[in-house]
């Protein structure tokens, strides 16, 4: 169990997917409970609006999942981001047309395989196998070639259940760093929570100022503290405002 926080000193950072809320057999069948909801908003409140979202998703998704909550978020990995001030920054338009020769082949590729599913998401392409994870060593060897066909401005991200061609560049940990530079994240110590891959680059940025990463699940990561499973991060994210709660005069 990772130490507790003080959201009133916090600038609090969460991934969704695997981190808050448990995987859906695709990434539109997630449910994100209203309790959930009730949580963030309180936990945004104790934290004076430090608290953002960093996910993979797009913000247009992420906002659905999360309606009618509108937080501070980074979605795409970091390619889109919306600031507390609710100021949008969006993904280069450019990026399109690199993309739009991938979205073929994805395609391709996951129609001999039933269960594969393709997720365009406008600015980054991803192919979930979540359903079918038998086809792991395939999906593989195709990120492989997919890897070595991409230009110098996408690169190939990997994950869990998941490959997906994004913008070089944009990261987590750069999404982060973007927040921690603004009001009202600059000047508190930032934690970041997260269950893949991508949410490394995120742990190794807090890690370098101080602040706390919180691995949930199993693997190898650079996070110094971990949590078992999306309901041990809403465990403690709770006892994070009732500790808070208690203390305030
Ligand atoms: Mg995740």
Known sequence: MPQPI??????????????????GDTPMAVRVPDSL????????????????VVTGRSLATLDGLLAPLVLPAAGLHGLERRDAAGRLQHA?????????PFVTRLAGFAANTPGLLVEDKGAALALHYRAVPAAAGAVAAFADELAAALPPELVLQRGHMVVEIRAAGADKGVAIAAFMDEAPFAGRRAVFVGDDRTDEHGFEFVNA???????????????????????????????ALDAATETTP
């Open 92 to 100: 280069p338009p450019a990026l399109r047309g690199a993309l739009e």
């Open 37 to 52: 909801r009730g949580l963030l908003a309180r936990l945004a409140a104790g934290c004076a609006g430090a608290l953002a």
């Open 6 to 23: 003080d959201p009133r000193t916090t600038a609090l950072f969460l991934d969704l997917d695997g981190t808050l809320i448990e995987f």
């Open 209 to 239: 100022r101080g602040g706390l990463s919180v691995k949930v699940g199993d693997g190898a990561t650079l996070a110094r503290a971990r949590l078992a499973d999306p309901a041990a991060v809403r465990a403690w994210l709770a006892r």
